[in-house]
């Protein structure tokens, strides 16, 4: 595979937003066919790295429903909405300061104690089943205007996922992944056991 012609046919595919700040980069020495970092609010692009030798591997419906995916992933990431793990965030930093000016060290270990648990409540957010299977089924609303039907496209969502795995060599897959993969089978109609509520 020419990863010149795939990156430019996968930017065809990707939303508009995601060709903005998207940028898809061969890696061809990662063990894995497709990583990628959080986004962090300060950067400009948010690299998607591709080892296209591994990415060959999967069939071009799954490759195009993958990436659609990642890139409805990252664009779900909202550092400065209004929340109030954000708010806490935000009041443990500026308690922080005064403390600190005020020579006041317990109010510091105290300020700087909350604003960790705050980010780390963000950060929870942001790795959430909740938040997963959300992208996959932002995906599958994407892939409807590139064609695909809805069970169409959970169903290559769901070989993707476990394709992935094979080709990682990765013996199982794990808790989150087993989420997504049911309930991508719901949707794509072929269970009838959804994803319990409190998970999604």
Not at 60 to 72: A, G, K, S
Not at 112 to 126: F, R, S, V
Request: hydrophobic content about 45%; glycine content about 8%.
């Amino acid at each position: 595979m020419n990863p010149d012609i795939e990156i430019a046919r996968l930017l065809d595919i990707m939303p508009a937003s995601g060709r903005m700040y998207g940028r898809l980069i061969n890696q061809p020495n990662q063990s894995r066919v497709l990583s990628f970092a959080a986004p962090r609010p300060w950067d400009k692009t948010r690299p998607i790295y591709i080892n296209f030798e591994l990415w060959d591997e999967l069939p071009r419906p799954q490759r195009d429903i993958l990436l659609i995916r990642t890139i409805n992933w990252m664009s779900m990431t909202q550092w400065f909405k209004l929340d109030w793990q954000r708010g806490v965030a935000i009041a443990g930093v500026f308690g922080g300061l005064v403390e600190l000016a005020q020579g006041d060290a317990i109010g510091v270990m105290i300020a700087g104690g909350l604003t960790g648990w705050a980010g780390w409540q963000i950060w929870k957010e942001n790795r959430s089943s909740q938040r997963e299977i959300a992208a996959d089924e932002d995906a599958i609303r994407f892939a409807l205007r590139r064609g695909y039907s809805e069970q169409e496209a959970a169903r290559h969502l769901i070989g993707a996922i476990e394709n992935t795995a094979k080709i990682e060599n990765r013996f199982s897959l794990d808790f989150i992944e087993l989420l997504r993969c049911q309930n991508l089978r719901a949707i794509a109609g072929l269970s009838n056991v959804p994803v319990p509520d409190d998970l999604r």
